[in-house]
């Protein structure tokens, strides 16, 4: 089994976050020199921050790359690596003492899908502490399958074919896997069959509209009729470029369920485990960010009761979530279309004692940044890991990464991207003129 882990080059000298330019900082229409002064402005204005008791790694957007991130590991300290294959390593001394948390997007884009949540599985089994937050990228995938066979339900029923062709890797990945057998397609229907239990039904089509005003604004509701239009035609040709015909995809998705969602299946842990936020004294850990309406919730209340909001609600139905106001957490980029965090929502952060929210989802190609948004800093940690982003944002060689908050009040960000490790520092940030 390959494994490039042993390819990665990483930097070992450290740099001031602040002086790394515009890949180590940046706030919106705000030159860099006033951007860092505005950083040590906002930290003499705080009370001191709180640090977690143990190390913590974040390594955030993994996208079924388990050879990225055996090398985020190796990175970060936390592993040694004994052989090729993906269960021979060992958690060394200060892998024990590390508290890991996962940001999410843990599907598509990469080349093995299964093969990396086994990996994530034996990171458990091995006995780190790991905390898996919920990304966008897994949401789709889990509403999308989950929705198979229920093309009629007005709200829901195009979940599936809203994944298009991120999802068929891992379709391929299942039929390659547990299809094999002559006999895996006998009790799957005819071709045309399978198509209407897995595209929209007519019904969908006229009263999702409807339906999804409640919700959504008019030019929100034509996107995605458009879009969904667009993967219903395309999607089948997708499929046959990858040698998959429309019964296999069908039953793959059948299985798919049968090894996330039954209780006596190989990934259904998986989903089980997954939550919205982690919290450890002023950094709060999301896949993507927060607006307005989670800072009132954090304010209220603490990330066990949103978590546990959380799992209700992607329980239920995936249109009333993936549309609601929870989905923003997995979904923001801070655009206008997004859900707005404004500085009456920092306040709230800044009375809850979060200071820095540290997420992934907006990809970046020089190590991590920091930006700082309505006086919240937030520590953007997607990194490019997987191969197949790599690819397509033309970065050389292979990709590793882990953002480290230590209990001794600093947090470094590490890259095989950047040729220094970042090191912030607020307690001797503030002290510089």
């Known amino acids: 089994m390959m494994n490039r882990s042993q390819q990665v080059i990483l930097p070992v000298e450290t740099r001031n976050w602040l002086e790394c330019g515009k890949h180590g900082l940046r706030q ?30 974040f390594i955030s957007d ?31 001394a200060q892998g024990r003492e ?22 994530v599985r034996n990171f458990i089994d091995r006995g780190a502490r790991l905390r898996l937050l919920a990304g966008n990228h897994d949401l789709r995938v889990l509403f999308g399958m989950r ?41 799957i229907p005819s071709r045309e069959q399978c198509r209407e239990r897995l595209f929209p ?5 006229q009263q999702f509209p409807q339906l999804a005003s409640w919700v959504m604004p008019p030019q929100a509701i034509d996107r995605e009729m458009r879009k969904i239009r667009s993967k219903v035609a395309n999607f089948e040709q997708q499929c046959a470029k990858a040698g998959l015909s429309l019964r296999q995809v069908y039953a793959a998705a059948l299985k798919w369920q049968q090894l996330f969602l039954h209780e006596a299946g190989e990934f259904h842990w ?30 209220e209340t603490d990330t066990r009761c949103i978590n546990r909001l959380f799992r209700q609600q992607i329980q239920g139905s995936p249109f ?14 801070y655009r206008n279309v997004d859900m707005p965090l404004t500085r009456n929502g920092a306040r709230l952060m800044h009375e809850a004692g979060v200071y820095a929210v540290v997420h992934g989802h907006r990809n970046l190609c020089h190590g991590q940044r920091i930006a700082l948004r309505q006086q919240v800093l937030h520590f953007e940690c997607d990194v490019t890991l997987d191969c197949g982003s790599r690819r397509k944002e033309g970065l050389h060689g292979a990709g590793a990464g882990a953002t480290i908050i230590h209990p001794n009040g600093e947090v470094l960000g590490i890259s095989s991207d950047d040729d220094k490790i970042k090191r912030f520092q607020p307690t001797a940030m503030m002290e510089d003129p």
């Open 320 to 333: 009333e979530f993936y549309y609601g106001p929870v989905a923003n957490v997995v979904r923001t980029k």
């Open 147 to 187: 929705s198979v066979g229920n093309s009629a339900d007005p709200c829901n029923g195009h979940f599936f074919v809203r994944m298009g062709a991120k999802a068929i890797p891992l379709l391929c990945e299942i039929r390659d896997g547990y299809l094999g057998s002559k006999h895996a397609l006998r009790s």
């Open 270 to 299: 998986f989903f089980d485990r997954l939550r919205l936020a982690y919290r450890k004294g002023s950094f709060l850990f999301v896949h993507a960010g927060i607006d307005d309406r989670i800072a009132a919730m954090f304010k």
């Open 28 to 57: 919106r229409k705000t030159s860099h020199e006033k951007s860092r002064q505005a950083v040590k402005d906002l930290l003499r204005q705080q009370p001191p921050w709180q640090w977690p008791q143990r190390p913590t790694v």
């Open 201 to 205: 039904a007519p019904i969908w089509w």
């Open 62 to 92: 993994i996208h079924a790359d388990a050879d990225a991130l055996l090398a985020s590991l190796v990175a970060c300290g936390a592993i040694k690596k004994r052989g090729r294959g993906d269960h021979q390593f060992k958690l060394t």
């Open 98 to 119: 590390m508290c890991f948390v996962f940001g999410g997007d843990f599907f598509d884009k990469g080349p093995g899908n299964l093969r990396l949540l086994r990996l």
